[in-house]
């Protein structure tokens, strides 16, 4: 029989109730405590979307879901790992895992769709830091899959069902968004913005879309300057320029989760009732059989470089 290869979904996680949300804000914060003021706030947004978010069970889902389909495919089958950034189960324990299981070559996924050195990249160097202490473990990574047709087709059949939602679909913005990052990567010549744009062009392309732009969301609370226009800012600058039909698709966000469910649904949703906008938010991706069907064929093609 063909040894199984490792395949290491990496997500970002998130609390798996509220009485660990403190400490999943140290991690994030690289072990200082938030003030309580911060902390509250985080809370806050937690509770005002239920309670802690579906991010664990769905990308869980989304794991197992690409799992299964390469099992489906491939003579040479593959063992499922999840490794989270800032929960259980962590990167470095999931491939300390593998290589106790006998595991000799993975391929890496990270559950988001555009490289960045500040996001996917730090993903993979976890994991490589920890494989570098296992003898005989390689990984292959996977860098970004922004242009995989199934990825996008998944896309545009949201964006297509939200049109429907207008009376006039040609008087209809859709504005493409993705999670802020520090601007200090575009001294970097960082491809993240640049691939952004290629997604959303695609798409916008594949519909024949009249209007579409492009903003950021959920900017860190540091210092640093952040990519912008942020997505309020956008909306307000919209407005003064006359448009109030927006659709919004976080095409850099593959799953329900608080970014989504808090920052779009609940504040930018005020923020459009406030201004006299109607706003539709693409419905989120999370186990879509198109979209994992996509995740899948990038996974195959990268283990086609793995050794037999």
């Given at each position: 029989?063909?040894?199984?290869?490792?395949?290491?979904?990496?997500?970002?996680?998130?609390?798996?109730?509220?009485?660990e949300v403190e400490?999943?804000?140290?991690?994030?914060?690289?072990?200082?405590?938030?003030?309580?003021?911060?902390?509250?706030?985080?809370?806050?947004?937690?509770?005002?979307?239920?309670?802690?978010?579906?991010?664990?069970?769905?990308?869980?889902?989304?794991?197992?879901?690409?799992?299964?389909?390469?099992?489906?495919?491939?003579?040479?089958?593959?063992?499922?790992?999840?490794?989270?950034?800032?929960?259980?189960?962590?990167?470095?324990?999931?491939?300390?895992?593998?290589?106790?299981?006998?595991?000799?070559?993975?391929?890496?996924?990270?559950?988001?769709?555009?490289?960045?050195?500040?996001?996917?990249?730090?993903?993979?160097?976890?994991?490589?830091?920890?494989?570098?202490?296992?003898?005989?473990?390689?990984?292959?990574?996977?860098?970004?899959?922004?242009?995989?047709?199934?990825?996008?087709?998944?896309?545009?059949?949201?964006?297509?069902?939200?049109?429907?939602?207008?009376?006039?679909?040609?008087?209809?913005?859709?504005?493409?968004?993705?999670?802020?990052?520090?601007?200090?990567?575009?001294?970097?010549?960082?491809?993240?913005?640049?691939?952004?744009?290629?997604?959303?062009?695609?798409?916008?392309?594949?519909?024949?879309?009249?209007?579409?732009?492009?903003?950021?969301?959920?900017?860190?609370?540091?210092r640093d300057p952040?990519?912008?226009?942020?997505?309020?800012e956008y909306m307000?600058?919209?407005?003064?320029?006359?448009?109030?039909?927006?659709?919004?698709?976080?095409?850099?966000?593959?799953?329900?989760?608080?970014?989504?469910?808090?920052?779009?649904?609940?504040?930018?949703?005020?923020?459009?009732?406030?201004?006299?906008?109607?706003?539709?938010?693409?419905?989120?991706?999370?186990?879509?059989?198109?979209?994992?069907?996509?995740?899948?064929?990038?996974?195959?093609?990268?283990?086609?470089?793995?050794?037999?």
């Amino acid at each position: 029989m063909t040894n199984p290869f490792g395949l290491l979904v990496m997500a970002y996680g998130t609390p798996a109730e509220m009485s660990e949300v403190e400490a999943y804000y140290t991690h994030i914060r690289h072990g200082h405590k938030p003030t309580p003021e911060q902390l509250d706030d985080l809370i806050r947004r937690y509770e005002a979307i239920g309670g802690v978010s579906p991010l664990n069970e769905i990308t869980r889902q989304q794991a197992q879901g690409v799992a299964d389909r390469v099992n489906g495919w491939s003579n040479r089958p593959c063992k499922l790992y999840l490794g989270m950034k800032h929960t259980t189960p962590f990167i470095e324990d999931a491939v300390g895992q593998m290589a106790n299981d006998g595991i000799r070559e993975a391929v890496t996924l990270v559950l988001a769709p555009h490289y960045s050195v500040m996001s996917v990249g730090e993903y993979q160097k976890s994991a490589d830091e920890a494989a570098s202490r296992c003898d005989s473990l390689q990984l292959r990574h996977v860098r970004d899959w922004h242009l995989e047709p199934h990825y996008l087709n998944a896309l545009a059949r949201r964006v297509k069902a939200a049109l429907a939602q207008f009376d006039d679909p040609a008087d209809v913005m859709v504005v493409f968004t993705a999670h802020s990052l520090p601007t200090r990567i575009l001294e970097l010549k960082d491809p993240y913005p640049s691939e952004i744009e290629e997604t959303g062009d695609a798409v916008a392309a594949a519909l024949n879309l009249p209007h579409h732009e492009f903003a950021w969301q959920s900017a860190g609370r540091t210092r640093d300057p952040w990519l912008g226009p942020d997505i309020l800012e956008y909306m307000r600058d919209l407005v003064g320029r006359g448009q109030r039909n927006l659709i919004l698709c976080p095409c850099g966000f593959v799953s329900d989760h608080l970014e989504v469910l808090y920052d779009v649904d609940i504040e930018a949703m005020e923020l459009a009732k406030s201004l006299g906008m109607k706003l539709v938010r693409t419905s989120s991706l999370n186990t879509d059989d198109e979209f994992l069907e996509g995740l899948a064929s990038v996974v195959r093609r990268a283990a086609e470089d793995l050794s037999v």
